[in-house]
């Protein structure tokens, strides 16, 4: 019987499938629209339709977005907070930080409550910032909250203790009361979600991790009554986890399907000789962009999904309302704006003639003629008309002539992209002139030629299947599970290192027991800062003994990360002292990647196999050839205007710009020399 690995991504507009046979070797793809009121109907159907009846799946891997779309949407109900006695007001005092800006009529703001103030309740007992009891947890005061969650009804309760993070025992106390008198309620520990410094954060990841727990636990329950085998799901920091497993830690999946596709692009980067890009997810309702150094997407601890700062290990994702789905509207002020506001699946844009009455970035490219007249290889028809239509109406509300509209539209699109894209580069201090672009997504390649000339990137590469490439990176993931702990010295121990590494690594061990893997890697890492500083830098630890020439090499990498972060550092200046503070362990289970195919030598010239009237702002209307990507072959050169055309997606090619396939079938897009 073959063996088959199945990858699949939900996104707003549509759910992609990838099948790998681990046989062969082969690689199929599909896409089929996604269904938001239930978003198991989707990715069953894409199952289904991937699968055409064959058996044989070994292994079904899942990026989802319905964590990331509840915190999105604010659907945030029945949540209540347990603290320490006096320090109820903990969401209140939070940060400051400054507005963009400074001509509002506030000059600080602070992020609006998760839960309301009448829904926190404090207990009894302290620790010092060491673990050590100052005074004892009040277990009848804990029952006396527990029960008065009970009577009002709040079933998703956080727990963040002061100063868990060296010592959970009230914590773990506090679950078994609730257990005890609410056995109803989903909990969640900070000890468990976030066993790391500064309060705020660890309250806010805390209580984020319990207002999304019920949702993701009522969809994984869904999705495994209707599956006849396991699954794993995609999360935020770059592996997977098993279903089973991630029911207790649904914070872990909040950038689930990003994360995908930005591991995806990197190894389809990284095969072609690029370890080095940027990467570019355009979807239906919203860009995604990461950095790729080496061949590893950046990593952050300081993430936020929607107004909720949420302190967990996550690819370093930069996310702009703007999609294929997104809304062209005029302002108040009467100029042309797009986005965030997104038409998404349902009703989706004009052209998709089921309800839509706002006109979309889909419906420009449908209108310039830059997409054809259907979708999936001709499996939704467009109506054409109707795009034709809506824009027409709003360029005369603009004063302006239809096609100007529709460039504006699509001009003001690419500029949100290429502003995301200075987000991640410029303002970590990153060239972006340096990194050559991967874009994929059904509308990532869209816009790929006016990137190029707005940002002056070198390259844009566009792999085989764009649409697919997110749902080709979740079959590329190890699963991985990350520990951390706080420890704040200027002075380490071998002694309290061993201990606590040995501690973290322990706990990845019984993780990756539990997923049924016999080979464990473990990757160590620690944040330093300079005695005195606010924040850290993390870096990467190296393998070996611990001993004094380790902590010389882990501070030597972090005064180097710092230089290279701020222009800085103080290597050799002893008055500033080196302060350690969290200590990190990714346990990690690897898995075995499929291979990306070559590209076959040309047979003889490739034709186009028709010819579309196409406008491009550079030479207004035109006879733009249309080539199918499939026809193109290793060496393969299309010069613009042209227009290249594929099951889940189209890459327009712009007048001075010409598009070359390469050894593994990328279409190398760059700007021609005059």
């Known amino acids: 019987m073959p063996s088959y690995r199945i990858g699949v991504d939900t996104g707003g507009t549509f759910t992609d499938v990838v099948l790998v046979d681990e046989d062969t070797g082969e690689i199929r793809t599909t896409k089929t629209p996604s269904t938001p009121a239930n978003p198991a109907d989707g990715f069953l159907a894409g199952v289904e339709k991937v699968l055409a009846g064959a058996e044989g799946v070994t292994s079904l891997v899942h990026g989802t977005t319905v964590a990331t779309n509840q915190l999105l949407e604010d659907r ?12 109820e007001f903990i969401l209140e005092i939070a940060r400051q930080s400054v507005p963009d800006g400074y001509g509002n009529s506030y000059f600080w703001v602070k992020p609006p409550r998760i839960v309301p103030v009448h829904r ?31 009577e009002q009804g709040v079933t998703a309760i956080g727990v963040c203790f002061l100063h868990a993070y060296a010592n959970p025992d009230h914590e773990l106390r506090m679950r078994d009361v609730l257990a005890r008198e609410h056995p109803d309620a989903v909990v969640s520990l900070s000890s468990d979600v976030l066993r790391e410094y500064r309060e705020y954060e660890r309250s806010v990841t805390t209580l984020v991790d319990a207002a999304v727990k019920p949702t993701m636990r ?90 909720y700062p949420c302190k967990i290990p996550m690819i370093d994702i930069v996310t702009v309302g703007a999609g294929g789905g997104s809304i062209a509207w005029i302002s108040p002020e009467g100029t042309l704006k797009v986005g965030p506001r997104s038409a998404g699946a349902d009703p989706g844009p004009l052209c998709y003639a089921r309800g839509g009455s706002e006109v979309t970035v889909t419906d420009a490219h449908v209108v310039l003629g830059r997409v054809p007249p259907h979708l999936l290889g001709g499996e939704i028809p467009l109506d054409v008309a109707a795009a034709r239509a809506g824009v027409h109406e709003l360029a005369a509300k603009l004063g302006l002539e239809p096609e100007r509209c529709a460039t504006g539209i699509l001009e003001i699109s690419a500029w949100n992209q290429a502003n995301a894209i200075r987000q991640i580069t410029v303002k970590r201090g990153l060239d972006v002139r340096d990194f050559p672009m991967v874009a994929f997504g059904g509308s990532g390649p869209l816009l790929v030629c006016r990137l190029i000339d707005i940002l002056g990137l070198p390259a844009v590469l566009v792999p085989p299947n764009p649409g697919n ?35 973290l690594e322990a706990q990845a061990a019984d993780a990756l027991d539990r997923e049924g893997f016999r080979e464990h890697v473990y990757a160590r890492s620690a944040d330093l800062r300079y005695y005195g500083q606010a924040y850290e830098v993390r870096v990467p630890a190296p393998e070996g003994a611990l001993d004094a020439g380790w902590i010389a090499a882990v501070t030597g990498r972090f005064h180097e990360a ?18 350690w503070v969290n200590l990190r362990v990714s346990g990690i289970g690897p898995i075995t990647r499929p291979a990306i195919p070559e590209c076959p030598p ?73």
């Not at 997110?470 to 704040?488: C, E, I």
């Open 76 to 87: 945030i109900a029945d949540l209540g907070f347990v603290a320490t006695e006096g320090f």
């Open 120 to 150: 926190v309740r404090t207990v009894g007992g302290r620790l010092d910032h060491r673990g050590a009891e100052i005074r004892p947890f009040d277990e009848a005061g804990a029952a006396e909250v527990a029960r008065w969650f009970r």
């Open 218 to 307: 009522r969809y994984i329950a869904n999705l495994s009554g209707r599956l006849d085998q396991g699954f794993s799901v995609m999360k935020s920091n770059g592996g997977v986890l098993s279903a089973t497993e991630v029911v207790h830690q649904p914070i872990t999946t909040v950038l689930s399907g990003p994360a995908a596709g930005a591991l995806g692009a990197a190894l389809v980067a990284q095969v072609s000789g690029h370890p080095s890009v940027i990467t570019l997810d355009g979807g239906g309702t919203s860009t995604d962009v990461a950095v790729v150094l080496d061949g590893e997407p950046s990593l952050t601890t300081e993430g936020t999904i929607g107004r």
């Open 469 to 503: 490439v997110s749902a080709f990176g979740l079959l590329t993931v190890d699963v991985k599970n990350d520990y951390v702990r706080t420890q704040v010295t200027k002075n380490p121990s071998i002694e309290m290192l061993a201990g606590i590494f040995g501690e």
């Open 562 to 579: 710092h230089e290279k972060l701020y222009g800085y550092g103080y290597r050799d200046d002893p008055r500033h002292a080196v302060e």
């Open 602 to 674: 040309p047979t003889g010239q490739v034709r186009p196999v028709t010819t579309r009237q196409a406008y491009f702002e550079e030479g207004g209307w035109a006879g733009a050839p249309v080539y199918r990507r499939a026809d193109l072959r290793r060496g393969d050169v299309v010069h613009g205007p042209a227009v290249i055309e594929e099951y889940g997606s189209t890459l327009p090619i712009h007048p001075g710009f010409a598009a070359e396939c390469d050894a593994h079938a990328n279409l190398v897009v760059t700007k021609e020399t005059r």
